[in-house]
């Protein structure tokens, strides 16, 4: 009797938080249709879009005037950090050259608070920032380039009519050469 009683005990506790897990996920979408962000109790208040991929992925495909430099990178990721002002200098440089510059954290979500949210304002980040939360890598890394091992940094830069990846780091000056290959 006292195995059948902690039986449905540890059922009801499971299918307790199953449902609750459940009620604690959200979709937030646009007039579009457009998925932005999901939502749970570990992204309410984050400062930063979370995205999952199928979210992400309209900001790897704009057709606009403009040429957009993505990067992949983490707060743990030594050559990310590393890189990052090149970034930041070249955006704030090529803003009024329709040059748009996205940052996609790839950090845990336990780090977006504690780590991402402190760095990015500490170092006065102004490029667009935006989390990255899917755990299905083989999926979606490839989406982004077939030749992406998933390794980071990784840098997508693309305007309407051509598209390169990187899978490295990249100095001041690298940077800028690669961008002069997208102006027409």
């Not at 743990?76 to 200098?89: N, S």
């Not at 748009?100 to 490029?127: A, C, H």
Request: glycine letters at 4%; aromatic letters at 12%; one cysteine or more.
């Amino acid at each position: 009797m006292n195995r059948l009683l902690i039986f449905v005990l540890v059922v009801t506790i499971f299918f307790s938080c199953s449902e609750k897990k459940k009620e604690n996920k959200k979709v937030t979408e646009t007039t579009d249709k457009e998925v932005i962000a999901k939502e749970d109790n570990t992204t309410a208040d984050v400062k930063f879009p979370v995205y999952d991929f199928e979210g992400l992925e309209p900001m790897l495909h704009k057709k606009d005037d403009k040429t957009y430099i993505v990067n992949f990178w983490a707060t743990w990721c030594r050559p990310c950090i590393e890189e990052m002002p090149y970034f930041e200098r070249v955006n704030t440089e090529q803003k009024d050259n329709n040059v748009e510059v996205i940052f996609v954290s790839l950090d845990m979500p336990n780090m977006w608070k504690t780590r991402l949210e402190p760095y990015v304002e500490n170092k006065g980040i102004q490029s667009e920032v935006v989390i990255l939360d899917d755990p299905k890598q083989n999926d979606w890394i490839p989406k982004v380039s077939e030749e992406w091992g998933g390794g980071i940094p990784a840098t997508l830069i693309y305007n309407k009519d051509k598209r390169n990846f990187y899978e490295r780091g990249f100095t001041y000056e690298e940077l800028n050469e690669e961008l002069e290959k997208f102006k027409k």
